[in-house]
Protein backbone atom coordinates (compact mmCIF):
# COMPACT_ATOMS: atom_id res chain seq x y z
CA UNK A 1 0.00 0.00 0.00
CA UNK A 2 1.35 3.66 -0.79
CA UNK A 3 1.06 5.39 2.00
CA UNK A 4 1.80 9.07 -0.13
CA UNK A 5 -1.76 8.25 -1.71
CA UNK A 6 -4.49 9.86 -1.41
CA UNK A 7 -6.65 6.88 0.88
CA UNK A 8 -7.93 8.49 3.90
CA UNK A 9 -6.93 5.34 5.57
CA UNK A 10 -4.20 2.90 4.62
CA UNK A 11 -3.46 -0.86 6.78
CA UNK A 12 -5.87 -0.08 9.41
CA UNK A 13 -4.93 3.66 10.43
CA UNK A 14 -5.73 7.55 9.22
CA UNK A 15 -2.93 8.02 6.05
CA UNK A 16 -0.30 9.09 8.01
CA UNK A 17 0.79 11.65 5.22
CA UNK A 18 -2.65 13.34 5.82
CA UNK A 19 -3.29 12.79 9.49
CA UNK A 20 0.46 12.37 10.84
CA UNK A 21 1.80 9.17 12.28
CA UNK A 22 0.99 7.50 15.25
CA UNK A 23 3.19 6.78 18.32
CA UNK A 24 1.49 3.96 19.61
CA UNK A 25 3.07 0.50 20.18
CA UNK A 26 1.73 -3.05 20.57
CA UNK A 27 2.99 -6.67 20.44
CA UNK A 28 2.43 -9.28 17.62
CA UNK A 29 3.10 -9.17 13.88
CA UNK A 30 1.81 -6.86 11.46
CA UNK A 31 -1.55 -9.18 9.25
CA UNK A 32 -0.42 -11.22 6.84
CA UNK A 33 -0.39 -10.02 3.08
CA UNK A 34 -0.81 -13.11 1.74
CA UNK A 35 -4.26 -14.03 3.50
CA UNK A 36 -5.11 -10.94 2.81
CA UNK A 37 -5.26 -11.26 -0.95
CA UNK A 38 -6.47 -14.97 -0.50
CA UNK A 39 -9.29 -13.90 1.65
CA UNK A 40 -10.71 -11.40 -1.14
CA UNK A 41 -9.96 -14.03 -3.81
CA UNK A 42 -12.47 -16.22 -2.42
CA UNK A 43 -14.81 -13.56 -1.95
CA UNK A 44 -14.59 -12.63 -5.76
CA UNK A 45 -13.41 -8.99 -4.52
CA UNK A 46 -10.76 -6.58 -3.99
CA UNK A 47 -8.79 -5.89 -0.99
CA UNK A 48 -9.40 -2.54 -1.75
CA UNK A 49 -12.16 -0.65 -3.31
CA UNK A 50 -15.05 2.34 -3.31
CA UNK A 51 -18.61 0.97 -2.38
CA UNK A 52 -21.43 2.67 -4.26
CA UNK A 53 -21.77 4.78 -1.48
CA UNK A 54 -18.48 6.24 -2.05
CA UNK A 55 -16.56 4.61 1.50
CA UNK A 56 -13.09 3.00 1.08
CA UNK A 57 -12.80 -0.24 2.11
CA UNK A 58 -9.60 -2.13 2.77
CA UNK A 59 -9.33 -5.18 4.23
CA UNK A 60 -6.54 -4.70 7.02
CA UNK A 61 -6.08 -7.97 8.37
CA UNK A 62 -7.30 -11.77 7.47
CA UNK A 63 -7.33 -15.33 8.10
CA UNK A 64 -8.57 -18.07 6.17
CA UNK A 65 -9.32 -21.03 7.44
CA UNK A 66 -7.46 -24.55 6.36
CA UNK A 67 -11.40 -25.52 4.77
CA UNK A 68 -10.97 -22.41 2.10
CA UNK A 69 -14.79 -21.68 3.78
CA UNK A 70 -14.68 -20.10 6.58
CA UNK A 71 -12.63 -16.59 6.77
CA UNK A 72 -12.83 -13.72 9.56
CA UNK A 73 -11.29 -10.13 8.15
CA UNK A 74 -11.25 -7.20 9.41
CA UNK A 75 -12.02 -4.20 7.49
CA UNK A 76 -12.14 -0.42 7.47
CA UNK A 77 -14.68 1.69 5.63
CA UNK A 78 -13.74 5.32 5.21
CA UNK A 79 -15.53 9.01 3.39
CA UNK A 80 -14.31 12.26 3.70
CA UNK A 81 -17.15 14.82 5.04
CA UNK A 82 -17.44 18.36 5.21
CA UNK A 83 -15.98 18.50 8.43
CA UNK A 84 -14.99 14.78 9.23
CA UNK A 85 -14.07 11.55 8.65
CA UNK A 86 -16.74 8.71 8.44
CA UNK A 87 -14.97 5.71 9.33
CA UNK A 88 -16.18 2.14 10.49
CA UNK A 89 -14.16 -0.57 11.61
CA UNK A 90 -15.62 -4.19 11.71
CA UNK A 91 -15.05 -7.78 12.22
CA UNK A 92 -16.67 -10.00 9.64
CA UNK A 93 -16.66 -13.77 9.97
CA UNK A 94 -17.89 -15.49 6.42
CA UNK A 95 -19.19 -18.99 7.00
CA UNK A 96 -19.76 -20.62 3.34
CA UNK A 97 -18.92 -24.35 5.03
CA UNK A 98 -23.45 -25.10 5.27
CA UNK A 99 -23.62 -22.93 8.42
CA UNK A 100 -25.45 -20.26 7.27
CA UNK A 101 -23.36 -17.40 8.79
CA UNK A 102 -21.77 -13.95 7.14
CA UNK A 103 -21.85 -11.21 10.28
CA UNK A 104 -20.53 -8.28 11.08
CA UNK A 105 -19.67 -6.52 14.01
CA UNK A 106 -17.88 -3.10 15.03
CA UNK A 107 -14.71 -3.56 16.77
CA UNK A 108 -14.39 -2.54 20.44
CA UNK A 109 -12.83 1.27 20.04
CA UNK A 110 -12.74 4.42 21.47
CA UNK A 111 -12.88 6.40 18.32
CA UNK A 112 -12.22 4.35 15.02
CA UNK A 113 -11.15 7.24 13.74
CA UNK A 114 -7.55 6.35 15.53
CA UNK A 115 -7.27 3.49 13.51
CA UNK A 116 -6.47 -0.61 14.61
CA UNK A 117 -3.36 -2.21 14.89
CA UNK A 118 -4.03 -5.82 14.14
CA UNK A 119 -1.08 -7.70 16.36
CA UNK A 120 -2.79 -11.21 15.39
CA UNK A 121 -5.32 -12.77 13.43
CA UNK A 122 -5.30 -16.47 13.12
CA UNK A 123 -7.51 -19.87 13.19
CA UNK A 124 -6.07 -21.21 16.68
CA UNK A 125 -7.88 -24.55 16.16
CA UNK A 126 -10.40 -26.26 13.92
CA UNK A 127 -13.53 -23.95 15.37
CA UNK A 128 -11.61 -20.73 16.63
CA UNK A 129 -10.18 -17.77 15.39
CA UNK A 130 -7.88 -15.47 17.52
CA UNK A 131 -7.77 -11.54 17.40
CA UNK A 132 -5.62 -8.91 19.15
CA UNK A 133 -5.47 -5.53 18.16
CA UNK A 134 -4.76 -2.51 19.40
CA UNK A 135 -6.70 1.17 19.42
CA UNK A 136 -6.42 4.32 20.59
CA UNK A 137 -6.30 3.47 24.16
CA UNK A 138 -6.37 -0.28 24.89
CA UNK A 139 -5.53 -3.60 23.68
CA UNK A 140 -8.25 -6.28 23.25
CA UNK A 141 -8.23 -10.35 21.97
CA UNK A 142 -11.29 -11.70 20.76
CA UNK A 143 -12.43 -15.09 19.95
CA UNK A 144 -14.13 -15.22 16.47
CA UNK A 145 -16.28 -18.38 15.40
CA UNK A 146 -17.84 -20.61 17.49
CA UNK A 147 -20.29 -17.94 18.46
CA UNK A 148 -21.27 -14.95 17.57
CA UNK A 149 -20.99 -12.09 18.43
CA UNK A 150 -17.97 -12.97 19.41
CA UNK A 151 -16.54 -13.28 23.11
CA UNK A 152 -13.66 -10.66 23.70
CA UNK A 153 -11.95 -9.05 26.53
CA UNK A 154 -9.02 -6.04 27.01
CA UNK A 155 -5.44 -7.11 28.15
CA UNK A 156 -2.58 -4.58 28.02
CA UNK A 157 0.09 -3.42 24.99
CA UNK A 158 2.13 -6.14 26.46
CA UNK A 159 1.38 -9.66 25.64
CA UNK A 160 2.33 -12.81 23.77
CA UNK A 161 0.90 -16.18 23.17
CA UNK A 162 2.79 -19.33 24.57
CA UNK A 163 1.68 -23.35 25.16
CA UNK A 164 -1.92 -22.08 25.19
CA UNK A 165 -1.46 -19.27 27.59
CA UNK A 166 -1.75 -15.56 26.83
CA UNK A 167 0.27 -13.29 29.22
CA UNK A 168 0.04 -9.61 29.45
CA UNK A 169 1.20 -7.10 31.79
CA UNK A 170 1.08 -2.71 32.41
CA UNK A 171 4.74 -1.86 31.24
CA UNK A 172 6.39 -1.46 34.92
CA UNK A 173 3.96 -3.86 36.83
CA UNK A 174 5.25 -6.38 38.55
CA UNK A 175 2.32 -9.04 38.12
CA UNK A 176 1.80 -10.80 34.89
CA UNK A 177 -1.83 -11.70 33.90
CA UNK A 178 -3.19 -14.84 31.72
CA UNK A 179 -6.03 -16.18 29.60
CA UNK A 180 -6.17 -20.03 28.55
CA UNK A 181 -6.19 -20.02 25.29
CA UNK A 182 -8.34 -20.08 23.39
CA UNK A 183 -11.19 -19.91 25.78
CA UNK A 184 -9.95 -16.93 27.24
CA UNK A 185 -10.73 -17.52 30.47
CA UNK A 186 -8.51 -16.21 33.29
CA UNK A 187 -5.73 -18.00 34.98
CA UNK A 188 -3.97 -16.90 38.06
CA UNK A 189 -1.72 -13.86 38.20
CA UNK A 190 1.65 -15.03 38.42
CA UNK A 191 5.19 -11.93 39.83
CA UNK A 192 7.07 -11.41 37.40
CA UNK A 193 10.33 -13.73 38.99
CA UNK A 194 7.57 -16.45 38.79
CA UNK A 195 6.74 -16.05 35.07
CA UNK A 196 10.61 -15.65 33.56
CA UNK A 197 11.70 -19.05 33.87
CA UNK A 198 8.50 -20.26 32.52
CA UNK A 199 8.75 -17.79 29.76
CA UNK A 200 5.62 -15.60 30.44
CA UNK A 201 6.48 -12.38 30.51
CA UNK A 202 6.06 -10.07 27.22
CA UNK A 203 8.26 -8.27 25.60
CA UNK A 204 8.22 -4.78 25.99
CA UNK A 205 7.11 -3.37 22.63
CA UNK A 206 8.36 0.17 23.72
CA UNK A 207 11.57 -1.29 24.82
CA UNK A 208 14.70 0.11 22.33
Known sequence: MNLESDHIFSEGIPNPWKFG????ACNGVKPSQEQIAKAAALMNRETYLINQN???CEIIAAAVHPDQ???VYIESQAKQ???FVDISIK???VDASGRGRDSAIDIESYNPFFGCDV???EWYDENVALLVYREKHWTFVYRIGDQWPPQFTKIADR???KDDILSFMERKADIVQRLEIPSLQPLPEIPVEQAEPL???PPDPYAF
Not at 21 to 24: G, N, V, Y
Open 21 to 24: KSLR
Open 159 to 161: WQI
Open 199 to 201: GQV
Open 81 to 83: GKQ
Open 91 to 93: IHF
Open 119 to 121: GLL
Open 69 to 71: KRI
Open 54 to 56: GFE
